[in-house]
């Protein structure tokens, strides 16, 4: 019998690594033969997860966590056609039937066959659908010939793993903020939030030929990291209010499109930037935003908070400014990234030189047991991307 250990939740501030099941290809009784299992080559720590081992969603004990993914397929189900053995691959954090109304048109974040309880699935997420997640050695995946993205060629993918590793999530998310708020050739851009998925939305911005690209947050060190490839920032723990640092750098107090990179664990401006406050970024970007811009929201934003501070944000429900962004119609684009998307043209911009996104998020790569501290030092504000490396594969 073979051997699978994963990260698994246990309570709030707690992660432990766990000896799990070695995957089966089955969807509880049912055989998986579109499905394949996966050794997992590297596997990202994400903000996503932080929601939950905060204690801030109503994640279950030992659930396995995990949903940025890729690996090397070890075994495949007798319907999958096209996807082999050998092939090193790329998984999309949502799970895709391939089938329903919402994949065929791409909006794969919102499938509709793959949870029962609401449209959209991902491994190793709560309310997601119940799949078991992949910061583990092996792991299922279904719907292979859907999901997965192949590389080209192994060793060359092999060389830039750490880039290609956040095509899982990450890089895609950070695009898709950018892609919906309308970025462009030219574009100046507020990017609320300095963590992975900001400064892979920074990043992107520069891809997309922005002119300017402004990062707002509150931590020292990751508004460094956004400096270090030509970012504008502002430390949002100053008095000085974020439309004047704005003015500051490009004389005018509004950008011509913003994206939340924050979601709902958002703190407040000044001197509040040590306070929760939810609906923080959601109301600045409407203000900083000229009329008729876009706003992406790739932040998450949940439908139970336990740990909200009062009883209409323990439902999701923020105090949010609609009548400002109604006024200045402005767009809002929110939900799952549909990774699918952009996961192909992502990959080739990194194989090309086009872009250096593990550099952009300061990828540090971990063992399997070093993942509860990598949990804890992203918690701290780390200004990294924590990748983990279940079966010391990845190259110095
Ligand atoms: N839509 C998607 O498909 C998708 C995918 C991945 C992640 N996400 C979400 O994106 C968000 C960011 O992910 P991450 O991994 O970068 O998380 P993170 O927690 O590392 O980063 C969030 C950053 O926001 C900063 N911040 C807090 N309040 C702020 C404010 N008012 N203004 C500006 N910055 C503020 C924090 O200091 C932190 O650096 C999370 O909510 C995550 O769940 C969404
Ligand atoms: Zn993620
Ligand atoms: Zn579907």
């Given at each position: 019998?073979?051997?699978?250990?994963?990260?698994?939740?246990?309570?709030?501030?707690?992660?432990?690594?766990?000896?799990?099941?070695?995957?089966?290809?089955?969807?509880?009784?049912?055989?998986?033969?579109?499905?394949?299992?996966?050794?997992?080559?590297?596997?990202?720590?994400?903000?996503?997860?932080?929601?939950?081992?905060?204690?801030?969603?109503?994640?279950?004990?030992?659930?396995?966590?995990?949903?940025?993914?890729?690996?090397?397929?070890?075994?495949?189900?007798?319907?999958?056609?096209?996807v082999k053995v050998g092939d090193l691959v790329s998984v999309p954090f949502n799970?895709?039937?391939?089938r329903c109304r919402n994949c065929k048109v791409g909006q794969t974040g919102i499938c509709l066959n793959v949870n029962p309880a609401r449209p959209?699935?991902?491994?190793?997420?709560?309310?997601?659908?119940?799949?078991?997640?992949?910061?583990?050695?092996?792991?299922?995946?279904?719907?292979?010939?859907?999901?997965?993205?192949?590389?080209?060629?192994k060793d060359q993918a092999m060389a830039k793993i750490r880039d290609l590793t956040l095509l899982s999530d990450i890089f895609p998310t950070g695009y898709h903020g950018a892609v919906t708020a309308g970025?462009?050739?030219?574009?100046i851009v507020y990017v609320a939030g300095a963590g992975p998925v900001g400064l892979a939305c920074a990043a992107s911005c520069?891809?997309?030929?922005?002119?300017?690209?402004?990062?707002?947050?509150?931590?020292?060190?990751?508004?460094?990291?956004?400096?270090?490839?030509?970012?504008?920032?502002?430390?949002?723990?100053?008095?000085t209010p974020l439309a004047d640092q704005i003015a500051a750098i490009?004389?005018?107090?509004?950008?011509?499109?913003?994206?939340?990179?924050?979601?709902?664990?958002?703190?407040?401006?000044?001197?509040?930037?040590?306070?929760?406050?939810?609906?923080?970024?959601?109301?600045?970007?409407?203000?900083?935003?000229?009329?008729?811009?876009?706003?992406?929201?790739p932040g998450l934003y949940v439908t139970g908070d336990p740990g909200a501070a009062d009883d209409a944000a323990k439902e999701g429900s923020l105090s949010i400014r609609i009548g400002l962004g109604w006024a200045k119609s402005h767009s809002f684009y929110t939900g799952q990234c549909p990774v699918m998307k952009y996961h192909r043209q992502?990959?080739?911009?990194?194989?090309?030189?086009?872009?250096?996104?593990?550099?952009?998020?300061?990828?540090?790569?971990?063992?399997l047991d070093k993942a509860p501290k990598g949990y804890q030092d992203f918690d701290k504000g780390a200004a990294k991307k924590f990748v983990i490396d279940p079966h010391g594969m990845i190259p110095n």
């Open positions: 019998m073979c051997q699978n250990h994963g990260v698994a939740y246990i309570k709030p501030g707690v992660v432990e690594v766990q000896s799990i099941e070695y995957p089966k290809l089955a969807i509880g009784d049912r055989m998986c033969h579109h499905g394949v299992i996966l050794q997992i080559v590297s596997t990202n720590i994400c903000g996503s997860d932080q929601h939950m081992v905060r204690g801030r969603t109503t994640a279950p004990a030992g659930l396995v966590l995990g949903h940025e993914i890729t690996g090397l397929v070890i075994e495949a189900g007798r319907d999958v056609e096209f799970i895709a039937c391939g959209g699935a991902a491994y190793g997420y709560v309310d997601m659908g119940g799949w078991v997640g992949g910061q583990a050695e092996y792991v299922m995946v279904p719907y292979a010939d859907f999901n997965l993205l192949k590389f080209p060629d970025v462009g050739p030219g574009s520069h891809l997309l030929g922005a002119a300017v690209v402004i990062v707002g947050d509150m931590i020292p060190e990751r508004l460094e990291q956004a400096k270090s490839f030509g970012c504008e920032i502002v430390d949002l723990r100053k008095d490009i004389g005018v107090p509004e950008v011509d499109c913003a994206v939340d990179c924050v979601g709902f664990e958002a703190r407040g401006h000044g001197s509040d930037a040590g306070t929760e406050r939810p609906a923080t970024v959601l109301n600045a970007i409407m203000s900083v935003t000229r009329a008729g811009g876009a706003l992406g929201i992502l990959m080739n911009a990194i194989l090309y030189d086009k872009i250096q996104i593990a550099k952009a998020v300061n990828v540090e790569v971990i063992s």
